[in-house]
């Protein structure tokens, strides 16, 4: 059983377009993720969300909306897509006192 | 705030040879420390962490011992194989404890 999942592994969309990508755990774990991973592996987070509240926002346009209707889901909707948002997205997940993370296998955005 | 260097690769060796990948961190306090390992077109996974100081995470022939003198967490292989051609991240938690930071990276290949 795969333990975070994410769809779709390959997305690529126009500048402009609105699309979302969504994420699954099933390690009944507290808190997800969503990272960033640029062209050169730099990895940064985005937010981070403990059961259904969001407890981190870092400086990420407001065209990224994260949404999470239950514990075990986290999705990712971005709106009027820009050529610079074109990177690997990961989404990620642990326990609430455990930094120990489990990540997705990645969704690679492609902007045209 | 808490951050992390890690040296900047890639880093080329022939089977059998030593690897060293050398990390540093600044932190408030002591948190846990983590290597992660990102084959290519996956997502990351946990290699090994340490929690405290002078502690010595282990996994698949990696080591990283936990030192506070020094503020590193350096990690070592002693006879690398093609296998763990990869791309490896030092990480700590932030300050506030909601997420981890991540060093840019070290792309790691191995030739046989």
């Known amino acids: 059983d795969t333990a975070v999942s994410q769809t779709p592994k390959y997305l690529v969309t126009q500048m402009g377009n609105d699309k979302s990508i969504k994420c699954e755990q099933n390690?009944?774990?507290?808190?997800m993720y969503w990272y960033k991973q640029d062209s050169k592996k730099f990895l940064k987070i985005m937010f981070s969300?403990?059961?259904?509240?969001?407890?981190i926002n870092e400086t990420v346009p407001n065209r990224f909306s994260p949404k999470s209707p239950d514990k075990a889901h986290l999705n990712l909707h971005i709106n009027s897509l820009e050529l610079g948002d074109s990177a690997v997205y990961f989404c990620a997940s642990s326990q609430e006192t455990s930094y120990e993370q489990y990540f997705g296998p990645g969704t690679r955005l492609t902007v045209t | 705030g808490n951050s992390v260097t890690q040296m900047e690769g890639p880093v080329t060796l022939s089977e059998e040879a030593f690897l060293t990948i050398n990390c540093t961190y600044t932190a408030t306090g002591y948190p846990s420390l983590f290597w992660y390992v990102q084959y290519p077109g996956e997502g990351l996974q946990l290699l090994l962490k340490a929690t405290k100081a002078d502690d010595k995470g282990s996994n698949k022939g990696f080591e990283a011992t936990y030192r506070k003198e020094t503020t590193s967490f350096h990690l070592e292989k002693g006879s690398v194989q093609v296998s763990d051609s990869a791309v490896y991240f030092c990480?700590?938690?932030?300050?506030?404890?909601?997420?981890?930071?991540f060093g840019k990276g070290t792309t790691l290949s191995v030739s046989s």
């Open positions: 990480a700590l938690p932030n300050q506030a404890g909601t997420a981890l930071i």
């Open positions: 969300y403990n059961n259904k509240e969001l407890i």
């Open positions: 390690l009944g774990h507290d808190t």
